[in-house]
């Protein structure tokens, strides 16, 4: 069985910390939200960055952990700039 943990938010460098850690406990992956806006539990809005360049930096951070969009809102992306991003992220992981 495999698990994965979701990465809901923050700053962008703690969340490759978080990444690193979760390599770190054992997981098998990391997921980052896709989203317009999201709020946290008290309802304030929780500061969102592209879930692309996240997961670019994670790649970059981390040697074996698998990592992915948690909801990809792929009909709001241009498939061509969507196609290299993920090829790129690809290239960076290692695959």
């Known amino acids: ?24 406990a054992g997981w098998d992956g990391v997921f980052v939200p896709d989203g317009i806006a999201i709020q946290d539990f008290s309802g304030k809005p929780m500061a969102l960055f592209d879930p692309w360049v996240m997961l670019s ?15 990809a809102a792929v009909p709001r992306r241009r498939p061509w700039k969507l196609a290299r991003e993920t090829g790129t992220i690809d290239h960076l992981s290692n695959g």
């Open 57 to 71: 930096a994670i790649a970059v951070k981390t040697q074996r952990i698998r990592m992915g969009a948690l909801i």
């Open 1 to 24: 069985m495999r698990y994965g943990i979701i990465i809901p938010g923050g700053e962008p460098t703690a969340q490759c910390e978080m990444a690193q850690a979760a390599e770190a």
